[in-house]
Every structure is written in C-alpha cells, then in structure tokens.
C-alpha cells in the first residue's frame, strides 16, 4: 500500500489553475523529488500533502489519512506528516531544546522526562546536541534549519515533507542540510522533497517527478530520468543549468 497517494488532483486560485491533475503513488521508505520550473505547481502540491492548501478536486491519502480538511483530521495528519520550510519558522524567545519540546507537549501531551529524551535525541541525529541551550538567532542558517528538521522529527512522523529547504542557504550551509536528509533517507524515512538541488535529486532520490504547467510531465527513477530524459521540456530544463 502507498503511504503516500494522489489522485487527479486540481488546485486554483480563482481563475489560475495551478495543479491540472496531478497523480502519484509514493511507496513507505522511498525519497521521491519533485522537480521543475517556478510556477509549475511542486510546492503547491507539496503543500497540500499536508492540508496547507485546499485542493478543489481529486483524492489524496497521506500515512493512512485521507484529507477531508475537518479540524480533527488536519490535526491527526500533522501527528504523522513532519514539514520543513525554506524560512526556519523557529520561535526566538526560545531556546533550540524549547522549540523542539514545544509540540511534545502541547500535540502528544508527553511527560517532561520523555520530552527531554527526545530533543535530546533528535539533536544528535542533526548533529547539534551542544546547541541545545542556544537561542536561534545565535546559529547560522544551515544549523537553523537542522534545529528546524529536529523539530518535525520530535513529533515521530511517518512522512518528512521538504520544500526548498536550501535555497536561502550558502553552499557550504547546504552541504550542512542536505548530509542531514541523507542519513534520514539511509535510515529509511519516506521523504518527499520540493528541491532545486539537481545532483542531491539525481544522487539520493529513489523517484524523481518533474512537473511542467501543473502536471506530471516525466517521471521515473531518479538515475534513468536525469540520465536519459524523455521529453523536450526536461531535456531543455536540466540543460538550462539545472544539473551541474
């Protein structure tokens, strides 16, 4: 069964359609990339994986939910599906361990000793254990935005939603990230990213989906779709630069 699944999925704004039927299938313990030009709808359909967007027609299932947008089953998917965003979204009056301890409690309701063996654990898997009594605005980017992954990992979910978690960061603050997805990815998490990282798409992803005009264009196994790719539109977005 697919932990992940969307069926001839729309989504408009008004009169712009954004996502024209869009449909996949993503397998527990796969890395799937969705990738494409600026507009042609990956992160809006990255956001409606986890209920951020209202989509006006069509099915999506995610870790056994199926998104009817009623409170309590927004609310259950959110236990189960992790997001991170490009912009960090920690809060800064708290420490690194109290934004990470901040859904344990108030969403699993857990005791202040499990709470603390998880932040705990979460930081040494991003690596940044020792930061754990800083205050955000006293890391660099890329360490924020690992505290930010640690974060939805405290929460133990089934899916890990990316969406352009590098693109405000430097290369050597990607390279950061980017080590911390792919030990996720070895320990077998089901990860969907939104990525301009062509290389890390092409290296780490079991999957890769190309969207163009709010549609699944090309799709296929990362390494034959980069290597080999189908259609035009492909051919000339990955020449245009977009692998290096």
């Known amino acids: 069964m697919p932990i992940v699944e969307a069926r001839d999925v729309h989504k408009s704004y008004g009169p712009n359609a954004v996502l024209k039927g ?7 313990g796969q890395v799937v990339a ?8 990956k992160s809006t359909m990255l956001r409606c994986l986890n209920g951020l967007e209202v989509i006006n027609a069509g099915d999506i299932t995610v870790a056994g939910h199926k998104l009817d947008h009623e409170r309590k089953q927004l609310l259950d998917l959110r236990r189960d599906v992790g997001m991170v965003f490009q912009s960090y979204n920690l809060f800064p009056h708290l420490t690194v361990g109290e934004n990470i301890a901040l859904a344990p409690r108030i969403v699993r309701k857990l005791a202040a000793g499990s709470i603390a063996a998880i932040v705990d654990q979460v930081l040494e898997q991003v690596g940044l254990l020792e930061k754990k ?47 911390v997805m792919e030990n996720l990815a070895a320990s077998g998490m089901t990860m969907v990213l939104v990525t301009h990282e062509m290389e890390f798409a092409r290296r780490m992803a079991h999957t890769t989906i190309f969207m163009h005009q709010g549609k699944v264009h090309e799709a296929g196994p990362s390494k034959a779709l980069f290597a080999q790719p ?14 290096k």
């Not at 969705?34 to 709808?41: C, K, M, P, T, Y």
């Open 22 to 28: 869009v449909s996949f299938a993503i397998e527990p």
């Open 34 to 41: 969705i990738i494409g030009r600026s507009g042609s709808g």
């Open 230 to 243: 189908q259609t035009p539109e492909l051919r000339q977005f990955l020449s245009a630069g977009a692998l």
């Open 133 to 179: 009594d800083c205050y955000p605005e006293q890391l660099s980017g890329g360490q924020q935005q690992r505290v930010a992954i640690a974060r939805s990992l405290a929460m133990e979910p089934k899916v890990m939603l990316f969406d352009e978690v590098t693109s405000a960061l430097d290369p050597e603050l990607t390279a950061e990230v980017l080590r």
